[in-house]
């Protein structure tokens, strides 16, 4: 009997279980045809489409933090024709900064910037122009016989100021980088890269006088005598759209390192080696969209702007104004721009000598506890070491506050 009633249970329970998978399959087959999926499959969150760029090489890149946002064989070494000058201009805009040369210098053509070719203003020999008419010919319509006269006015020979074209790319760690000449004209060995064309072009805008010159689209020079036309459609055709620059050689195609900026993103594009003039205008207008569609930045501080005050250890000055080395922001997925956490970190205090410039702290933003972007906090002005005697007096005004309060 008790044989009967373990059969019929175990009989019972098989049953039950082929019944529960013949439901099981059932319900399978009936979720999607033949395809055998969970019924209530889970979400799964989709990247957003990138664009389709036909261009050999291309980069697209946020201006801030540097973060690369998208890019297409961007360390492949290509001849970069006239994109080559954005280097040229930055080293002129350094040494203006540095008050090394002036806009209002009036600068004189050599032969050698006379017979340049190609994109030129038509310098003759003894010619006088103003730097600042050279540098703007050199941003509108990409002068070479301009670079040319505002490098042998910065360092007396094109060679010399190839050479800190030269040093100033491995400053900025542009690894793919050779200069032969400062116009982009076909050399042997004159290379660069869609990456490092953009890490130039980052350094070059934060000189915010380039944009006055970048966003021109007609103007002239010697009195109105020659007329200067921009050749990059997009300051006039893109939104945002205030730099940089064109170039063109048979060996490098057609070539655009291109800047916009809406609300708090600014981005750079970059794109190399394409057959068609038309094709680098609408492809690099293809990145800036796809960057600002799906990014967004979050505004940290802007340059120069006061941070704290803080103390000066045997110092003329007793105490140091900390500010911000230049304008910063992150860039984060949109959606997620809630999600930033901004820290700052300053030293408590600092030993005279300071220098102006010098690096007092930090400001970095972070998503996800990883470090996003960062802004050196640098000191305002140089304080000069004191005098033993304001030593000496501080020290002793201190020790009276401590036993007097």
Known sequence: MFKIARNFILASVLGLGLLCLSFA????????????????????SQSEPLPNITAPSAVLMEATSGQILFEKDSHRKRPPASITKIMTMLLAMEA?????????????????ASMQGGSQIWLEVGEEMSLNDLMKSIAVVSANDASVAVAEHIAGAE???????????KELGMQDTHFVNCTGLPAEGHLTSAYDVAVMSRELIKHPKVHEWFTIWIDYVRDGKNILVNTNRLIKDYKGCDGLKTGYTEDAGYCLSATAKRDNLRLIAVVMGLADSKVRFSETAKLLDYGF????????IQKDQVVAEIKVLRGKQEKVTVVSASEASACVKRGREADVKIETSIDERVVAPVKKGQKLGKMAAYLDGQEIASVDLVAKDDVERGSIFQILFRMIRDLIKAIFG
Request: cysteine-free; overall charge negative.
């Open 25 to 44: 399959f059932a319900g399978i087959l009936l979720a999607d045809g033949n395809e055998t999926v969970p019924a209530a499959a889970p979400t799964v």
């Open 96 to 112: 203006l900064e540095q008050g090394k040369i002036h806009l209002d210098d009036k600068v004189i053509a050599s032969d050698r």
């Open 159 to 169: 060679e010399v100021f190839v050479d800190m074209m030269n040093k100033r790319a």
């Open 293 to 300: 569609r799906f990014y967004a930045g979050v505004p940290m």
